[in-house]
C-alpha cells in the first residue's frame, strides 16, 4: 500500500468556502483566543460529552505511583512535518472526522440534519449512510466499522455501521433508559455508557460475540461509570463518577483505578493505543453537577495527560490553552492535543506544532492512526466558512 492512502486526492481543489455552522465556530474560538477565561467555560461543557457515572464490583488499588509533571515547553517551536488534504465530500459541514487504528480508513459525517456519514478506505469513497437525524461518529475500527449516536443528545440512541450500508442501533441494558457508544476495537467490541433511572450512569460493553446483550461494567456499589475506549486486547478506560477516578478494565473485567497528578485531582481515561492512556486530569476543579443531566459541570482547568500503564505513572501536558477536547494518543505515546491556537504534538519532552491546511486559520484533529503518521480532522477559516474534513499525512 502506498505510505499515503490518501495521494491520490492531494490535487482535489478545495471548495469556496461559504457562510454556515463554521461561522459561529470560528468566532467563538477567536474569542477564546483573545480571552483566555473562556477556556475553563468550553472545557467545562465538554464534561457532558466525555464523561458519565455507574455501579457493583471492587476496586483495586493502582500499580505504580504517579510521576511529578516533567517540564514541558510553553508553546510549540517547530513543524511537525505533516501535509493536509480536504477529502472531496461535497460542501456538507462536517461534525467530525476520525481515523482508525491502521489508517486505511477515514470516517467523517455531516454536522447538521439529515445525518450523513462518509466512510473512505485507502483513500476511496466505499459507504455513504445517511438518516433523517443528526449523526455523530465517536470512533472506527480498523476493519471499517464506525460507531456513534444518533441525534443531538449524548445520552445515544447508539449505533454502529454495517457491511450492508446501513446503521446498527445498539441495544440497551435491562432498565436503562438510552445507551452512547464511544470507542471499538479491531475484533468489533464496543464500549460506552448507559443512562440508567435517577441521573444514573453505566459503563456498558457489547461484545462482538455476542452484538444483541449489552454487559454493564463492574462498577464500585453507589457509583456511576462510564467506558470511552477498547484496546485490542480487551481492556477498556474510562471513569468512576464522572471524572472523579479515571479507571482501566483489564481484559478479565478487573478494575484498576489510574493515579492523577499531584494536585491535580479526578480525571478521564479517554484513549488507548499500545501501553499508553490520553485524558483530561484535574477534573474535581469541576465540583458542580447539572441538575437536569446528572452530569458534572464548573469551570476548572483541566489539561490533558497521558498514562503509562506497565510503569504505572502519570504526565500532564502544562501548557497555556489547552482545550479538553479531541486528544489522542499513539502506540509510541505521542500525544496529539487540540489548543485554541492550532493542533500540538507532545512526546513528553517536546511541543511541535501541526501546520493548519494552507488558506484556513484554525485546525482540530479528532483521532489518530496507532503509527502517527496519519491525523483526521476538520479545518475552518476564522473569516466564515464550512468546517471542512482533511487528512494530515505525517513523517
Not at 502506498?2 to 490535487?11: G, R, S
Not at 441521573?199 to 463492574?218: G, I, Q, Y
Request: hydrophobic fraction near 40%; include cysteine.
Amino acid at each position: 500500500m502506498n505510505d499515503n492512502p490518501f495521494a491520490i486526492l492531494t490535487d482535489e481543489p478545495v471548495p469556496d468556502s461559504r457562510v454556515g455552522v463554521g461561522d459561529v465556530i470560528a468566532a467563538g474560538r477567536a474569542r477564546v483566543r483573545r480571552r483566555r477565561g473562556v477556556v475553563t467555560g468550553v472545557c467545562a461543557a465538554l464534561v457532558v460529552l466525555i464523561v458519565s457515572v455507574g455501579v457493583a464490583a471492587a476496586v483495586r488499588a493502582p500499580h505504580g505511583t504517579p510521576s511529578d509533571p516533567a517540564p514541558t515547553p510553553p508553546s510549540p517551536t517547530a513543524s511537525a512535518g505533516c501535509v493536509a488534504t480536504r477529502l472531496p465530500v461535497g460542501e456538507e459541514d462536517i461534525g467530525s472526522a476520525h481515523t482508525d487504528p491502521s489508517g486505511r480508513y477515514l470516517v467523517f459525517n455531516r454536522a447538521p440534519d439529515p445525518g450523513l456519514v462518509v466512510v473512505y478506505r485507502d483513500g476511496v469513497e466505499v459507504q455513504r449512510l445517511s438518516a433523517g437525524q443528526r449523526l455523530q461518529v465517536t470512533a472506527v475500527s480498523s476493519a471499517g466499522t464506525a460507531v456513534g449516536r444518533q441525534g443531538g443528545s449524548p445520552d445515544g440512541p447508539a449505533f454502529r455501521t454495517t457491511a450492508q450500508g446501513t446503521l446498527a442501533l445498539l441495544p440497551k441494558p435491562s432498565g436503562a433508559l438510552s445507551v452512547s457508544a464511544q470507542g471499538i476495537n479491531a475484533a468489533g467490541d464496543i464500549v460506552g455508557e448507559a443512562t440508567m433511572p435517577g441521573k444514573k450512569f453505566r459503563a456498558v460493553l457489547w461484545r462482538h460475540s455476542a452484538p444483541d446483550v449489552a454487559v454493564l461494567l463492574p462498577t464500585p456499589s453507589g457509583s456511576s461509570s462510564a467506558a470511552h475506549d477498547i484496546a485490542d486486547d480487551g481492556r477498556i478506560v474510562g471513569d468512576f463518577n464522572q471524572g472523579e477516578q479515571p479507571v482501566l478494565w483489564n481484559a478479565d473485567l478487573s478494575t484498576t483505578v489510574l493515579p492523577t497528578p499531584p494536585g491535580r485531582p479526578g480525571g478521564v481515561a479517554q484513549r488507548i493505543a499500545g501501553d499508553w492512556v490520553i485524558g483530561p486530569v484535574n477534573f474535581l476543579a469541576m465540583n458542580g453537577f447539572d441538575a437536569a443531566t446528572g452530569r458534572r459541570t464548573g469551570a476548572g482547568d483541566i489539561p490533558p495527560a497521558r498514562w503509562h500503564l506497565s510503569a504505572g505513572t502519570v504526565e500532564p501536558l502544562v501548557a497555556p490553552d489547552i482545550f479538553a477536547g479531541g486528544n489522542s494518543v499513539t502506540a509510541d505515546g505521542t500525544v496529539l492535543v487540540n489548543r485554541f491556537d492550532g493542533v500540538v504534538r507532545w512526546t513528553g519532552a517536546t511541543v511541535t506544532p501541526v501546520p493548519a491546511p494552507r488558506g484556513y486559520d484554525h485546525a482540530q484533529i479528532e483521532s489518530v492512526s496507532a503509527d502517527g503518521r496519519l491525523l483526521a480532522g476538520t479545518a475552518t477559516k476564522s473569516t466564515g466558512g464550512s468546517i471542512e474534513p482533511f487528512a494530515w499525512t505525517c513523517r
